[in-house]
């Protein structure tokens, strides 16, 4: 019942920009943490960077200074533009969040869809 939808994700020359949104729906009571990892072809999957309920944001080192995280509490939405884009970037990019339905029951991780990202001149 609860699902995250990704879009944003598409075909971009290296130095283009993409901005990727995923937004939840269910029932909801908190969000701990919003997010996105990435997987590229015979590689692991790689967190790329959260943000917590509190605020606090973390970045994976190779895409700091280039790729921005945030959100939108009252839609339940995470967002990430992506600046400067490089051919390493190219992979799939999956949402996450750990989301809470009510007060006494436990949190979950939700992940979204994927969505393709391939950096290519």
Same mark, same amino acid.
């Given at each position: ?7 944003? &994700?598409?075909?971009? @020359?290296?130095? $283009?920009?993409? #901005?990727?949104?995923? /937004?939840?729906?269910?029932? +909801?009571? !908190? *969000?701990?943490?919003? &997010?996105?990892?990435? @997987?590229?072809? $015979?590689?692991? #999957?790689?967190?790329? /960077?959260?943000?917590?309920? +509190?605020? !606090? *944001? ?12 945030? #959100? ?50």
């Amino acid at each position: 019942q609860m699902q995250l939808v990704e879009s944003g &994700g598409g075909l971009v @020359q290296p130095g $283009g920009s993409l #901005r990727l949104s995923c /937004a939840a729906s269910g029932k +909801i009571f !908190s *969000i701990s943490v919003m &997010g996105w990892y990435r @997987q590229a072809p $015979g590689k692991e #999957r790689e967190l790329v /960077a959260r943000i917590t309920n +509190i605020g !606090s *944001i973390d970045y994976v080192d190779s895409v700091k200074g280039r790729f921005t995280i945030s #959100r939108d509490n009252a839609k339940n939405t995470v967002y990430l533009q992506m600046n400067n884009l490089k051919p390493e970037d190219t992979a799939v990019y999956y949402c996450y969040m750990n989301i809470r339905s009510s007060d006494y029951g436990p949190d979950r991780n939700y992940w979204g869809q994927g969505t393709q990202v391939t950096v290519s001149s």
